[in-house]
């Protein structure tokens, strides 16, 4: 087992990666430190893990109430919330409850949230069974609902207790959501790491097939890139939290238009970062070459290239301008200058992101 | 215009009082650094001010949009904060946008949560106007809605960029309203400030009458109060802020049973005090003559003293233990012990807070 400790603002929490985590009575000890715990969790994670880790925390002598929400990105609205909350105040949940995010990065963003404002906050930790969520959404304290069909409108920056990585959890893991995680993977490649880069062209097609060894390495890199980045900049507010953000406003853009669940976040970042970086091609930023090697990594991990073939270029700009960094109209976007580097630029030519965007249809 | 700093956590931010401050250019180009501005206001107060403050904005070239809300504490849910975001983003309202409370201690709440949500955090401004928010809780960062009729369950800390007192207010703001805002100012002096008290025993007569002297040094001092405390104590995790509290958990189970709006929160609260001073002098902490000096100025300020008729004192008990300061089932309250010197009490005997209720029905 590996503990990663993240530093923000004075506080730190661990970040535990381990195989069978979930069963293990010390880490849910050092993790917990209230007389109660709700752990929100989806129906297809509840059959496979829920019992699982209720039988540990209660064998330290902690109370465990679970909820179960519907599944899919479409249910991370203020109305599940709200369908938390209620259940949570008839249970007589108080500020000494512990919220467990148990599942991916729906549930996860979800369950921070609502830890974030129940009686103005209680404490809650992660624990990811996606790899999506393992190697990026967990960590790092952002958490949302989407709103008026524009992800991720409406939430804070709070940061959990704990992060709790499973590693066993990618292997009962369906395999399209265990390849669309591997987009995550590969932005924080492209975005700011080039000899990850390298590392996973010469691996990538061993950790598609889940080898051990080399997918527990893959994800304690992504959580030890992600968690030196938010030491500096947590609430995205300086030049280097942002990058991490390569891919992801054309990516909700797809989201968006093609109803949340059609496309898979990790689906919809692949395209967004072939967009990304045929924009930084066109702008004369990157050259045709590292498109290239960017396009092959992402076909190699199954991952799809193209978008979605009912959507036109001015689908995505429409949806484009509800982006978080857009200001005054302006959309701003991360494109990546080699493999390993990237930078925002806030103003692209309109007609040029078109021009990219329709390359990619 | 009188200009108080608050610092909190490194930053800080004023608080302007004054006359016609809605009519101030100056105060409005210190107060807001971006692009466009939402005022969130509820029928009543637009009617008198919302034209103004919007040719004033608008006079220093910034953008100006309205949302009206239904008014009442009824209405401080997660649902009208729905309403609100979809309005905002039909405008295409960006993190370069103000939030402008401008209303009574409901719409400062709404507002205030709004903001810190909305694209996970936008600026907003306070201008409260009513007496109650004024002096209390349109400082300090609280906001909150209500949840299956238990008052103030979701909400977050998130502190405004500054607070516009405009005293003018005062003179449009319903009796029975402006009545209810000195339950607040009183506790002020009860919880904390013995020579405040002793002041506002020697002039709530004209204090009642508006003198405007009078009224802008009361307003100014709780202020002053606030500002103390929260700059050490900003989330309550300490000792001090709590104390703040006095009379509210009496007071949250009557808003709640009555239905809100039923009874003021300033009304409630006047009540709550009673019952607080009722259950110290039981346990030995209050002297009777202390207490009757508090019941005289609460009835002197034309606030009540006994709980509604239908209530019992069980009606009391069943909703206090979903107060948030209420762990593992035990209530906690705030006593006073002194005019002036207050304490939190976790160890209060049921069946002597049950007494203490009842000698105020």
Sequence with gaps: MMKII?????????IYIGKNLFNKRNVFIESINTNRTVIITNKSIAEFYLNKISYTIKSVGIGVDSIIIPDGEKYKT?????????????????????????GGGVIGDLTSFSAAIYQRGIQFIQAPTSLLSQVDSSIGGKSAVNHSSIKNMIGVFYQPTSVLIDLNCLKTLPKREFFSGFAEVIKYAIAIDKFFFRWLENNIDSLLKLDFKLITYCVQHCCKLKKRIISVDEKEKGSLRVLLNLGHTFAHAIESY??????????????????????????GELNQKNTKRIINLLKRANLKVKGPSKMKANDYISRMIYDKKTIDGKINLILPTKIGLSKIYKNVNQQTIIKAITSCL
Tied chains: 1, 2.
């Excluded at 203020?78 to 148990?102: E, P, S, Y």
């Excluded at 669940?261 to 924009?279: F, N, P």
């Design 78 to 102: 203020l109305l599940t919330m709200n369908n938390i909350f209620t259940l949570m105040i008839k249970k007589k949940h108080d500020r000494n409850t512990t919220l467990i995010a148990l």
């Design 258 to 283: 093609m109803g949340y669940g059609e496309w898979l976040h990790g689906e919809s970042v692949s395209v967004g970062i072939v967009m990304a970086a045929k924009t930084a091609e066109l702008i």
């Design 6 to 14: 993240v530093n923000i603002n004075k506080s730190n929490y661990p």
